[in-house]
């Protein structure tokens, strides 16, 4: 049962942006009174704190090496995070999958500045990034797998209409416009990027409004050894969620768990198991990569990663870098039918 609550406090620093609240969102000094407040308010006992190092926002475990709860914090100019997170989180509850912190209670602390905060029964585990190092090759398989089928779950739940819809069309013009500044690329390629990137992104999802993470990566999925491997245990941090199309955080997702071609493979058997993969809707997944990244950030990594001079780029090399044909050992855009395994 969620249970809104409001509060006023002289215990909360004042941050006028999420770079000053990162800044801070560790120290224990500043969070142990609040963090201790806000669980005796809900009627929770006061217990061992650690802080979790996500991102910007104040989060924290509390209760020893099994927590019982987690409580995350947030700045004045987090407003917006906390009601798409509440937003995300509930609507994945009443699905009932994939798996995601549960929202015991919500609240309000009216401090010098107003902050807000979720209290959250978060799922077992530990982020992959930091057990990266740890996974077996098969383990990886594994975990980009049932990451994609977990994702293929949520994103076949209605986004609320708390949420924001993704700006297809003022995106995709900032990451035209990222393009040009660095500098990078020919002049030939930036045009076929303004001639290709506003048809390929405009055509609405058949879904209409899929629910989608927003921020999909290794710091968001939660991984635990069992049953003599690593296996996904659930998503978390929705702050960044919104309503669009799934297409939007697939390959952006494969990019930050480090570009290997089987773990590609692996995902989309998870994602679109029965799927067909054309060569149309290759070149749209390239497309919102620099639509997700807000510029070409993923291109030139992967330009660095292959030893590629980006000024020779050309659209259809970009989508053999940003989505490598490499499913079922045969190319993406000869319409394949991907085996279920």
């Not at 969102?25 to 979790?52: D, E, S």
Request: proline share 8%; net charge positive.
């Amino acid at each position: 049962m969620t249970i809104a609550m409001h509060m006023r406090t002289r215990l909360l620093p004042q941050v006028g942006s999420w770079k000053a609240c990162g800044r801070i969102n560790n120290k224990l000094r500043i969070w142990r009174r609040p963090v201790a407040v806000v669980l005796a308010r809900h009627g929770l006992p006061p217990a061992r704190i650690q802080p979790v190092f996500l991102g910007s926002s104040p989060v924290f475990l509390v209760g020893g090496r099994t927590p019982r709860v987690m409580v995350k914090f947030y700045p004045p100019v987090g407003l917006q995070h906390w009601k798409r997170e509440s937003a995300a989180l509930q609507a994945v509850a009443v699905r009932g999958e994939p798996p995601v912190p549960r929202i015991m209670a919500s609240g309000t602390l009216c401090d010098r500045s107003t902050w807000h905060y979720l209290i959250m029964v978060p799922v077992p585990g530990t982020a992959v990034r930091w057990v990266s190092n740890r996974l077996m090759h098969r383990d990886w398989l594994t975990v980009m797998r049932e990451a994609g089928q977990m994702l293929r779950q949520l994103h076949a739940i209605p986004a609320p209409r708390e949420l924001p819809s993704l700006d297809a069309a003022a995106w995709t013009q900032r990451a035209l416009r990222a393009c040009a500044a660095s500098h990078r690329f020919s002049t030939e390629f930036l045009a076929e990027l303004r001639d290709r990137l506003p048809a390929l992104t405009s055509t609405p999802h058949r879904s209409g409004r899929a629910l989608l993470h927003g921020d999909m990566n290794g710091t968001h999925i939660a991984v635990k050894r069992q049953d003599g491997g690593w296996h996904v245990t659930g998503f978390f941090d929705f702050g960044n969620a919104l309503a669009g199309d799934p297409i939007y955080e697939c390959l952006p997702f494969w990019h930050s768990m480090g570009n290997d071609p089987q773990g590609l493979r692996a995902f989309i058997r998870g994602w679109r198991p029965t799927a067909r993969i054309t060569k149309a809707w290759r070149e749209r997944a390239s497309a919102y990569v620099l639509l997700h990244s807000e510029g070409p950030g993923p291109v030139l990594q992967a330009c660095r990663m292959l030893r590629i001079d980006p000024t020779r780029l050309t659209w259809n090399r970009l989508c053999d870098l940003l989505f490598p044909p490499v499913l079922d050992g045969q190319s993406a855009a000869n319409g394949r039918r991907l085996a279920s395994r």
